[in-house]
């Protein structure tokens, strides 16, 4: 080579040297200048106790998530310390857009996130038989967790992978739709149980997708001993309880206490019922001629990995975790669509476009082509997500908000609030999908992390494209058939492991 086609690569060598010598010098002094970590504003622990009152006596409320930390923030500031928490970990609250993004950007190849203790219990000690050190993408960590998450990603955040089971999520969709008339009463009112109703929606379509399944939950005479019943109740009880393990009491942690009897009870029927369904799936899948393509999530997990305990608890998981979550996020659509007519109005129209009739079935590119119908599932999870915030645990040292964070710290990160601050939205409050329309008058450049509802980075959702696809593919055909009213005033919620709402569901259902 000659000296002057050597010389530019000895350049560019060189001043991706310099620029990085210079950020590390940045860095070294940012982290000289910044304040110390024990100089973090937050409450004072105290003797035997440390903070653990605070949450066992509940002072901030942590049955509502969003309000306890907007009182933790008017309280100290942008960045507040929790210490006292043994056998916990300390952890800091940040309300700042910027220190989010600074955490998010240093989280490294293998991001962590605090672990569900009592999850990890249950899998590594109480029934470590069957999990066998496999914890699953929720809650591994490290290696193994970028080893699940590597084999998780092709089969799960591809688009080309949602769309396979669009029709199958329409059929579902359909089922659901036509059961709605026979429910309303003489006032047209959806009855106590369609709450349910709507977790049901929610557990066959996830089983569809992961097991290739249908479980019969959308039938007019599933009983409530049935197994998909129990198995939902299992469900909402865990996330009750494990909130409850994880956020107010400690005492499990050196005792059984009933409520951590109770989660080892859920946990096990829970298991037990998905292992079935997924034992099921496998045979099915011995069962496939050479050359079938593979029809379900489990299915194509199978064909990756070399171990099929990985693949049994990702199925798991995904049985566990689409229920609850699905059915309240469209719920909330539902109730701002009904508290503002002229945007239902508008969505109305949209569907009109797509949905000349309203049987017209619904594909995965006509609802890539429904731009307000994005806008309105995306605004209805900033007011209100279904998961009020997010975590990571520190793996170098950073610096917010001019403090210092060593390694090894939570630090929790409260979406749910800062997505209704003034400061990051005009009229927070208000349900405007349109901020979400790219190039329309109202649409609105937000900070990027400030509203995350399916997380952010290698950790984000995996079950993202599902949920939205279910999500949007319902609420389509519900609005396009139906006029939503809620007149029972504003929805009351409680903060389980994520937020749920506790009022019947008593929608009024109006034929268009």
Same mark, same amino acid.
């Given at each position: 080579?000659?000296?002057?086609?050597?010389?530019?690569?000895?350049?560019?060598?060189?001043?991706?040297?310099?620029?990085?010598?210079?950020?590390?010098?940045?860095?070294?002094?940012?982290?000289?200048?910044?304040?110390?970590?024990?100089?973090?504003?937050?409450?004072?622990?105290?003797?035997?106790?440390?903070?653990?009152?605070?949450?066992?006596?509940?002072?901030?409320?942590?049955?509502?998530?969003?309000?306890?930390?907007?009182?933790?923030?008017?309280?100290?500031?942008?960045?507040?310390?929790?210490?006292?928490?043994?056998?916990?970990?300390?952890?800091?609250?940040?309300?700042?857009?910027?220190?989010?993004?600074?955490?998010?950007?240093?989280?490294?190849?293998?991001?962590?996130?605090?672990?569900?203790?009592?999850?990890? =219990?249950?899998?590594?000690?109480?029934?470590?038989?069957?999990? $066998?050190?496999?914890?699953?993408?929720?809650?591994?960590?490290?290696?193994?967790?970028?080893?699940?998450?590597?084999?998780?990603?092709?089969?799960?955040?591809?688009?080309?992978?949602?769309?396979?089971?669009?029709?199958?999520?329409? $059929?579902?969709?359909?089922?659901?739709?036509?059961?709605?008339?026979?429910?309303?009463?003489?006032?047209?009112?959806?009855?106590?149980?369609?709450?349910?109703?709507?977790?049901?929606?929610?557990?066959?379509?996830?089983? +569809?997708?992961?097991?290739?399944?249908?479980?019969?939950?959308?039938?007019?005479?599933?009983?409530?001993?049935?197994?998909?019943?129990?198995?939902?109740?299992?469900?909402? &009880?865990?996330?009750?309880?494990?909130?409850?393990?994880?956020?107010?009491?400690?005492?499990?942690?050196?005792?059984?206490?009933?409520?951590?009897?109770?989660?080892?009870?859920?946990?096990?029927?829970?298991?037990?019922?998905?292992?079935?369904?997924?034992?099921?799936?496998?045979?099915?899948?011995?069962?496939?001629?050479?050359?079938?393509?593979?029809?379900?999530?489990?299915?194509?997990?199978?064909?990756?990995?070399?171990?099929?305990?990985?693949?049994?608890?990702?199925?798991?998981?995904?049985?566990?975790?689409?229920?609850?979550?699905?059915?309240?996020?469209?719920?909330?659509?539902?109730?701002?669509?009904?508290?503002?007519?002229?945007? &239902?109005?508008?969505?109305?129209?949209?569907?009109? $476009?797509?949905?000349?009739?309203?049987?017209?079935?619904?594909?995965?590119?006509?609802?890539?082509?429904?731009? =307000?119908?994005?806008?309105?599932?995306?605004?209805?999870?900033?007011?209100?997500?279904?998961?009020?915030?997010?975590?990571?645990?520190?793996?170098?040292?950073?610096?917010?908000?001019?403090?210092?964070?060593?390694?090894?710290?939570?630090?929790?990160?409260?979406?749910? +609030?800062?997505?209704?601050?003034?400061?990051?939205?005009?009229?927070?409050?208000?349900?405007?999908?349109?901020?979400?329309?790219?190039?329309?008058?109202?649409?609105?450049?937000?900070?990027?992390?400030?509203? +995350?509802?399916?997380?952010?980075?290698?950790?984000?959702?995996?079950?993202?494209?599902?949920?939205?696809?279910?999500?949007?593919?319902?609420?389509?055909?519900?609005?396009?058939?139906?006029?939503?009213?809620?007149?029972?005033?504003?929805?009351?919620?409680?903060?389980?492991?994520?937020?749920?709402?506790?009022?019947?569901?008593?929608?009024?259902? +109006?034929?268009?």
């Amino acid at each position: 080579m000659s000296l002057q086609a050597a010389f530019p690569r000895v350049c560019s060598v060189g001043c991706r040297f310099l620029t990085t010598a210079a950020a590390v010098d940045s860095r070294t002094a940012e982290w000289e200048s910044a304040k110390p970590y024990e100089e973090i504003p937050g409450p004072k622990p105290i003797p035997v106790l440390g903070n653990k009152h605070l949450f066992i006596f509940g002072k901030y409320n942590f049955s509502n998530m969003t309000e306890a930390h907007r009182k933790i923030n008017n309280e100290y500031g942008d960045i507040v310390k929790f210490t006292g928490l043994e056998p916990r970990r300390d952890f800091v609250m940040v309300y700042n857009a910027d220190d989010i993004e600074t955490a998010f950007r240093n989280e490294g190849i293998w991001p962590e996130r605090p672990s569900l203790k009592c999850v990890n =219990y249950y899998r590594e000690t109480a029934r470590k038989d069957f999990f $066998q050190g496999v914890g699953g993408i929720l809650n591994d960590q490290g290696e193994p967790w970028h080893k699940s998450r590597t084999l998780v990603n092709p089969v799960m955040m591809q688009p080309k992978t949602a769309k396979q089971y669009s029709n199958g999520i329409n $059929q579902v969709s359909e089922e659901f739709i036509a059961r709605i008339p026979s429910w309303r009463d003489a006032k047209n009112e959806m009855p106590e149980e369609f709450k349910n109703e709507l977790h049901k929606w929610a557990l066959e379509s996830i089983a +569809l997708i992961a097991l290739d399944t249908r479980l019969g939950c959308l039938g007019p005479n599933m009983k409530p001993d049935s197994v998909p019943q129990k198995m939902i109740l299992a469900i909402h &009880q865990l996330f009750t309880d494990i909130h409850i393990l994880e956020m107010k009491s400690m005492m499990w942690y050196f005792i059984p206490t009933p409520t951590f009897k109770r989660f080892i009870k859920n946990s096990d029927l829970l298991m037990e019922i998905s292992y079935n369904y997924i034992k099921e799936g496998m045979e099915r899948c011995k069962n496939k001629k050479p050359g079938e393509e593979a029809s379900s999530v489990l299915e194509k997990f199978l064909e990756r990995d070399p171990d099929p305990k990985r693949a049994i608890i990702m199925a798991l998981d995904m049985l566990s975790a689409g229920v609850d979550t699905t059915s309240h996020a469209l719920t909330n659509v539902l109730l701002h669509l009904s508290e503002n007519k002229d945007k &239902q109005t508008l969505l109305f129209n949209e569907l009109k $476009q797509f949905m000349p009739k309203v049987d017209t079935p619904l594909t995965h590119e006509s609802l890539e082509e429904m731009k =307000y119908l994005k806008a309105c599932v995306k605004e209805s999870m900033r007011i209100r997500p279904v998961a009020p915030g997010n975590a990571r645990t520190t793996r170098s040292e950073l610096v917010l908000s001019g403090y210092r964070i060593p390694k090894n710290v939570d630090v929790v990160f409260p979406h749910g +609030l800062l997505s209704t601050m003034e400061k990051h939205y005009p009229e927070p409050q208000k349900f405007i999908p349109e901020r979400w329309i790219r190039g329309g008058e109202q649409a609105h450049k937000a900070h990027p992390f400030v509203t +995350l509802p399916f997380g952010h980075g290698a950790r984000k959702c995996v079950g993202m494209r599902f949920a939205s696809m279910e999500i949007e593919m319902l609420l389509a055909k519900m609005v396009r058939r139906f006029e939503w009213d809620y007149k029972y005033g504003p929805m009351r919620y409680e903060t389980t492991l994520i937020d749920a709402p506790i009022d019947p569901l008593r929608f009024t259902v +109006l034929d268009r």
